[in-house]
């Protein structure tokens, strides 16, 4: 089984969508909001088509789910929410919404280990973007994965994008709510969906965890420092990805994982025993794997991948998702046996507290220090410059031959510092052994 092989689309998503017709479609009962789905449609479909069976859904993943025993699934959940204001005053109370989820999870329940990702659809690009998905650690650990869309930007693109599919969608009540004020309830609302198992197949999480990346990470700290307080919880602990973090010390634990693009200064909150906080090196907030993921789903349902003109060659391939997969084992053993995850050190830097420590090779000092780093064979970091997104991308520079014979006498020298790095890096909790596993791979294949 490999989840990095793409297979044919339409055979692929012809197994994991029913094809029943609109009619059958269930509705979940109480507690939670109304759920309709699993929706019909698959691989390869018209977006524009006048009937839902022959759409698909937007982003639908090309991972090779079927052979890990996984499916997807998307769903409509509506019901009638609060809205608030981002100092978490409340401004509307019991509007209709109406919104989607995707659910990508073991298709048996003997595969589940009790954990669901519920993740804040990113919107910044102007659709949603399930910026936390990384089959290989999710599917590796039999969880479930949710992602929701809470926002009006994301919503309003999928009713363009497909009206047959998406038309009936609106988190704005009717248009009246335009600032994402429902967006906190809406999120926490499909939360109960996965909880009570009405859009995971009757598969019900023991541990709930909320994440979400970027400005999904920035709205989901206005939900748990302002909106959460005079809530009922829903969620058991909560990750904070490439974005702010809570300053609120709640009952449910908060875990944050930055890039090097994302630390920006030398003051930053301490840890304690309801928060950690993680900083990679030479990680970008958005990095080379999700763009390798992306363009082949924004070449089919956008019609092209972004091009970017970058003033240094972008996309960091330091794998921070790494660092968040076991992140995400600590969140969830925090919360299900109450052991708090490992410390990490930070980024380090100079007198001026807002330039960072570097070495001799241009990469920065302190923080998580993946094998990309530790044993460099390029210059990654988290900072870049140019139009657009590119300060998001950071650099990768690959290492001329003088460097490399160098640093590593030979091929032999190179994998033993790769071996090194990582063993360390498992050690300290900062890398699951899997993924150690598959940098070895990746550095003994290397050219």
């Not at 993943?61 to 608030?84: I, K, N, R, W």
């Not at 998905?133 to 930007?153: C, D, I, K, L, T």
């Not at 709640?250 to 930055?258: D, K, M, N």
Request: glycine share 10%.
């Amino acid at each position: 089984m490999s989840l990095r092989r793409l297979v044919p689309l339409a055979a692929l998503l012809g197994l994991l969508l029913p094809t029943a017709p609109a009619t059958a479609l269930a509705a979940a009962t109480e507690p939670g909001p109304r759920v309709v789905g699993p929706l019909p449609g698959a691989l390869p479909g018209d977006r524009l088509a006048d009937r839902i069976e022959d759409t698909y859904p937007f982003f639908s993943t090309p991972d090779d789910l079927a052979a890990a025993g996984y499916v997807e699934q998307e769903f409509h959940v509506s019901g009638t929410a609060d809205g608030f204001a981002t100092d978490g005053a409340p401004v509307a109370a019991d509007v209709p919404y109406a919104t989607r989820v995707v659910v990508r999870r073991p298709a048996h329940a003997r595969d589940f280990s009790g954990t669901a990702l519920v993740e804040w659809q990113n919107v910044t690009a102007g659709y949603d973007l399930d910026a936390l998905w990384h089959a290989e650690s999710v599917v590796r650990e039999g969880h479930a994965w949710v992602g929701v869309s809470a926002q009006r930007v994301g919503v309003d693109q999928l009713r363009a994008w497909s009206p047959a599919r998406y038309g009936g969608l609106d988190v704005t009540g009717g248009g009246r709510l335009t600032a994402d004020e429902l967006s906190y309830d809406v999120f926490t609302q499909a939360g109960r969906a996965v909880a009570n198992g009405s859009v995971t197949g009757g598969l019900r999480p023991r541990t709930l965890l909320a994440i979400g990346a970027s400005q999904s990470a920035a709205r989901m700290t206005v939900l748990y420092d302002r909106v959460l307080p005079a809530r009922e919880p829903v969620f058991d602990g909560y990750g904070f990805v490439v974005g702010p973090a809570p300053t609120r010390v709640g009952a449910e634990p908060v875990f944050q994982v930055l890039s090097e693009t994302d630390v920006r200064t030398s003051q930053r909150p301490p840890d304690t025993d309801r928060f950690r906080r993680w900083e990679v090196a030479g990680g970008a907030h958005s990095g080379h794997a999700g763009q390798v993921y992306r363009a082949p789903i924004s070449e089919r349902d956008l019609g092209g991948a972004p091009a970017y003109d970058c003033d240094r060659p972008p996309f960091s391939r330091v794998p921070v998702h790494h660092v968040t997969a076991a992140a995400h084992e600590h969140l969830r053993r925090w919360v299900e046996r109450g052991t708090p995850p490992p410390t990490a050190p930070p980024l380090e830097f100079e007198a001026d507290g807002v330039t960072r420590k570097r070495d001799a090779l241009g990469l920065a000092l302190g923080g998580i220090r993946l094998s990309q780093v530790a044993a460099p064979t390029a210059l990654n970091t988290g900072d870049n410059s140019g139009e657009a997104f590119c300060r998001l991308f950071g650099t990768h520079v690959p290492f001329d031959e003088q460097t490399l014979a160098r640093l590593y006498p030979d091929r032999a020298a190179y994998v033993r510092r790769v071996v090194a790095a990582d063993l360390a890096n498992v050690r300290a909790g900062h890398l699951l052994p899997a993924d150690a596993k598959r940098n070895l791979r990746d550095a003994v294949g290397a050219r």
